[in-house]
């Protein structure tokens, strides 16, 4: 997760320890292009292929987590 949290840092241009499932994506550039490098930072670490249009409704960290987890299962 810590690879995760690292990139996601990298996205919204944040320390990678101000990266906490609480984190309001819309406070930080949770833009188109946010969302597209987010889903191929998912692919990369978890090797799984999240729906661009579900992505870019979470609205927290935790919820980007939630789809990764449910993106495993099937």
Do not use: H, N
Not at 26 to 44: E, F, G, H, I, R
Not at 54 to 73: F, G, P, Q, S
């Amino acid at each position: 997760m810590q690879e995760f949290f690292e990139g996601m840092a990298e996205i919204l241009e944040l320390d990678s320890g101000q990266i906490q499932p609480d984190l309001s994506l819309q406070d930080y550039a949770w833009d188109s292009l946010a969302v597209v490098s987010t889903m191929a930072l998912v692919d990369d670490v978890y090797s799984v292929m999240l729906d661009g249009q579900a992505l870019a409704k979470c609205t927290t960290v935790a919820d980007i987590l939630a789809l990764i987890d449910a993106a495993k299962k099937d």
